[in-house]
């Protein structure tokens, strides 16, 4: 079991993480009208009494839409300062993930979003490497990242994961690390929960908004430090093909960071990866606060201990 910390946010207080329980009646976990967040929360390496947050307003502005999909108003500011207060209630020592959510919380059986409450709790697990940082391999899936005009792909809602838990079950039990997935005309959309980035003759590659993937923070970090860095980016249509042939491969998510691909299907790809290296000890370095140009990416929180 995940080493949870041991205060959650629930039903508008704090209390123990073992006392955050919901009904199992609960209109959400039925039908999958949810959504959440996550981002990484790390101590300071220049400071033990404080600890450093990534991009911590994107993460909000992202819960806050995401919740505006599901019929709820739940304004930025005010995930902000619940999570603040989470992180120094918790008193965290080690790096850890938070875990935000907002569902339909009332207890029924008809499917829908209006004359329904909803909520917001919030609970953290301390988390290493999510993927293997030395590199992972992958198998495209037989499942396919659903489409925008069925599910609102730009919130990260909690039913659409079913096909990310297929994806990624059938990856690892046929001997894969993770799932590509292929959208509904055939072309490259993202992993079970990442983005997909590739590098072909010196240029970053990564498939746009309009090929149904997830608008990620990582993944706009990314393609403002490539282009900081002076990388030629393209958001474009990508061919599975091209994946077998590129130079460089990488997912990038909060909990993958940037991890490199190895393999794809029965492709091996370069050990060289000069772009993915110089990407992935930048953003490292943003996030434990040591690239000044990037401070106003990182939130500190200073904790009494």
Not at 105 to 111: A, E, K, N
Request: with cysteine; aromatic share 10%; hydrophobic share 35%.
């Amino acid at each position: 079991m995940p080493d949870f910390l041991p205060i959650a946010y629930f039903q508008n207080k704090f209390v123990p993480f073992a006392d955050a329980k919901i009904s199992i009646a609960t209109h959400a976990l039925h039908y999958g009208t949810g959504a959440f967040g996550g981002l990484r929360c790390l101590p300071d390496p220049e400071n033990p009494q404080q600890c450093l947050l990534f991009r911590l307003d994107r993460h909000c502005q992202r819960l806050s839409n995401s919740a505006r999909l599901l019929h709820y108003n739940l304004p930025p500011d005010k995930i902000e300062t619940i999570i603040v207060e989470f992180i120094k209630q918790n008193k965290p020592t080690t790096s850890f993930y938070i875990r935000p959510f907002v569902y339909t919380s009332d207890l029924g059986i008809s499917p829908r979003l209006h004359n329904i409450e909803k909520d917001f709790f919030v609970y953290g697990l301390e988390l290493g490497d999510y993927l293997s940082p030395e590199g992972v391999s992958c198998r495209i899936s037989s499942w396919y990242r659903q489409q925008d005009q069925s599910l609102p792909l730009r919130g990260k809602i909690s039913g659409a994961y079913i096909t990310s838990s297929l994806a990624k079950s059938e990856a690892v039990e046929s001997g894969f690390d993770e799932a590509i997935m292929m959208n509904s005309e055939g072309k490259v959309s993202e992993a079970s929960g990442m983005n997909i980035f590739l590098v072909r003759n010196g240029q970053l590659i990564t498939p746009g908004f309009d090929q149904d993937i997830l608008e990620g923070i990582t993944r706009d970090s990314i393609l403002t430090l490539a282009k900081d860095m002076g990388l030629p980016t393209r958001q474009r249509p990508v061919d599975k093909s091209e994946l077998f042939i590129a130079d460089e491969v990488f997912l990038s998510g909060t909990a993958a960071k940037i991890t490199p691909v190895k393999r794809i299907e029965n492709y091996h790809l370069s050990p060289n990866r000069p772009i993915t290296e110089k990407l992935k000890d930048t953003l490292a370095a943003i996030t434990e606060n040591r690239e000044p140009k990037y401070k106003d990416w990182v939130y500190t929180v200073k904790i009494n201990k």
